[in-house]
């Protein structure tokens, strides 16, 4: 039986396929009741989503998901790697606030490497509206010189072009992981490593167990709150030793489908434990909320 809770979500304000209330009324529709807008981020899609929500008696939760570099050489993996963290509970002005200097250095850093990029010979082109695009990432960077034929996928991309030294400092993502969890806690929010499996560099890298024990450790050194464990694309043996990972280091669990279509609008693959319920109880006592 598909979960009432969805704590994963995306909208056209960042890279989903439907504007929140219409992505509210599919969850709806579907049977989920309390879900959390967690565009990448942005929490621009949380007021129109929690108005849809008030209209019609569900229950909807402030969030957003950052996407937090590898400053540090956490599990031997270089700025170049992101991880990412939901913020649930968060007070919106807030995170506004906080988070706005951040995107707009990033954005800088960004467009100073394309055209560091251009400047050098590299014949390549963004597409119309990128650069103003509140999702523009070293992913679309990566994703043109592909296409120009300077590098075969991402990683040798990455290895051949931006992780040399000419271009690495501009492409240093913000913030760290250690920063993106102060930042939500600051906010008022819970935050929350969502699907602990897979980190980002344009593409997706899996981790293995032992590498998701050991950033465990070091997320829990930094505070971190909870663990996405019931996530969609993630077969029932990989929930059920991520749910016992999280008791191991007291962290709340999480669920969610990672929500860009109308496909993935209910997780339906285990009974979750009482530990969601026990995370929904920590996020309801929020002030923000």
Known sequence: MPSPVNLHIHTTYSDGSHPPAEVAAMLKKAGVTTFAITDHNTVEGNAEAAAYAREHGLTHINGI????????????????????????????????????????????????????????????????????????????????????????????CYEKILNAERYRPYAKNKPTIQEGIGIIQSCGGLAVWAHPFGVIRGGKKKLTQEQVYALSEKMREYGIDGMEVYYQKYSAEQISWLGSLADTFGLHKSIGTDLHNPKQLAFDIVEPDAGVEATLKKIMRSPTL
């Open 65 to 156: 998901e950052l996407s937090c570099c590898f400053a540090n050489g956490e599990i031997g993996l270089d700025e170049s790697w992101v991880a990412h963290i939901l913020g649930l509970g968060i007070d919106l002005d807030l995170m506004n606030e906080k988070y706005h200097t951040l995107q707009q250095e990033k954005q800088t850093h960004l467009l100073q490497l394309f055209n560091r990029l251009v400047a050098d010979g590299y014949d390549i082109k963004l597409k119309k509206g990128t650069l103003k695009s509140k999702i523009f990432t070293r992913k679309n960077i990566s994703n043109a010189l592909i296409g120009a034929g300077y590098a075969s996928d991402v990683d040798d």
